[in-house]
Every structure is written in C-alpha cells, then in structure tokens.
C-alpha cells in the first residue's frame, strides 16, 4: 500500500496547490519524454528547471512538467528514495507515477533465475 506522502500532481486544469514543508523527492517528464528524478527543499526549484537553470539534464528538454513528488522529514530518507527510483526504468517509474500499485509490485519481483546457468 502507497503511504500518505506520496503524491501525483494535479493536471493543470485542478490547479496547483503544492504546499512547501518538507524535502521533496520529484519526478519531472521532459519534452522528449525522459523522465528525470530530482529532490529540492524548495518546490520553487522545479520552476528553475523549467527556466533552464536545473540540471544540465533537463535544461536541453524543455519543457518540462511535474508528474509525482514525495515529501521526507529527513534527508537520509529521501537522499535513499531518490537513488532508489534513479535506478528503476521508465516502466516502473511510470507505476509510480500513476499509483498502479499492483504494476509497481509486478515490476520489483525478480525474474526467476534459469537453473544450470
């Protein structure tokens, strides 16, 4: 079960309404529809990565827009969450992204291993 602190970012059209109290873990799609993950204190940053003064990774595919953030107390813990999803693929992100708990689980389980390999 996804807990409490995670959170899909409204569309447009239900206005924003991101309140900045903690460190954020955030997954932006660029415009050739890479997905980048990031963490800021500061949500005000991801306007920075649209601006052009993110990452170098986002700054060449712009736009960019905010699909999912996650907040953390403290910065080991989303430090952790952030390698943690930098390591999966664009499939399991997109679960993520989407609150698809059961693709989410489907896609962390271990292919089973061949014996006599």
Known sequence: MLASYLHRVPSPAHGQGIIDHALHVYILECRDRTLYVGSTWDLDRLAQHQGGEGAENTRTRR???????????????????????????????????????????????????EHGV
């Open 63 to 113: 736009p960019v827009r905010v699909l999912y953030y996650e907040d953390f107390d403290r910065i080991e813990d989303a430090f952790h969450r952030e390698k943690q999803i930098q390591g999966w693929g664009r499939a399991k992100r997109l679960a993520l992204v989407e609150g698809d708990v059961e693709r989410l689980n489907r896609l962390s389980r271990k292919p089973p291993r």
